[in-house]
């Protein structure tokens, strides 16, 4: 099955000299792709490009054998919700809830919030089971991303996109976690994306891409 195939994308924000061109970009099935260059380059618009939460002025994204460049906004949510895991910049949790109840919110999306096997195994992984019944308010920015990052995985996407996963992480733990996310891409045969600044990971990331490469100032 095929990984992720961007083709003549192009993209520009309203009333912006910023421009994005793609001409083209795969991930394999399976594989790791790194998105880098240094602040403001469009390594967030990419990724959000290519996970379908915006939409480009023309071009287009496909994800395995679905084109998501087309859909109506409801169907690429629904698409998301089934096939996607994402890992925001800012993590986007919800302070008001436990750790737990964020990790299971994309389930309770999808009709069932049950505390699975996965979930509980990605929690010993990335060290937040200590934390599972806090508020997501009571934690440190490293335990946020981790469960950023358990919330990205639990539904097990065959599409993963995560922007600066590592950013608030000590050494050990970003080893654990690119580790994490490595390995679930080899064995899930899962697409990796990552937004990432951080120069020594891309001895790990043997196909990455230099995002001011796609864009300009220009119109
Ligand atoms: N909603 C928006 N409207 C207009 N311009 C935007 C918007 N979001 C981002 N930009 C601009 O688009 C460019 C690319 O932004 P983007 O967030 O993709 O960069 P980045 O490489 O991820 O940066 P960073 O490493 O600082 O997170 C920047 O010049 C930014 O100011």
């Known amino acids: 099955m095929p990984g992720i195939t961007v083709s003549n994308l192009h993209f520009a924000y309203p009333g912006s000299p910023f421009r994005l061109r793609v001409e083209g970009l795969e991930v394999a099935e399976g594989g790791s792709l790194a998105l880098l260059g240094p602040s403001g380059a469009g390594k967030t618009t990419l990724l959000r490009l290519m996970s379908g939460l915006v939409e480009p002025e023309k071009g287009t994204v496909k994800l395995g054998d679905q084109t998501l460049t087309g859909l109506s906004e409801a169907q690429r949510r629904a698409f998301r919700l089934s096939q996607i895991g994402l890992v925001f910049q800012d993590f986007a949790l919800l302070d008001y809830l436990t750790v ?39 934690l440190s920015q490293g335990e946020r991303q981790r469960v950023a990052i358990a919330r990205a995985l639990v539904h097990q996407p065959r599409f993963l996109f995560a922007d600066e996963p590592t950013a608030s992480l000590d050494a050990k733990r970003r080893e654990i976690v690119i580790e994490l996310l490595q390995d679930y891409s080899r064995k899930h045969g899962a697409c990796l994306v990552i937004v990432t600044h951080d120069t020594d990971l891309i001895p790990r990331f043997p196909q990455h891409a230099r995002v001011e490469d796609f864009t300009s100032s220009s119109s």
């Not at 309770?108 to 508020?135: M, N, Q, T, Y």
């Open 100 to 138: 737990e109840e964020n990790v299971l919110l994309p389930q309770r999306f999808r009709g069932g919030a049950a505390l699975s096997e996965v979930a509980l195994e990605l929690a010993e992984k990335l060290e937040i089971r200590p934390h599972w019944k806090k508020l997501a308010s009571q």
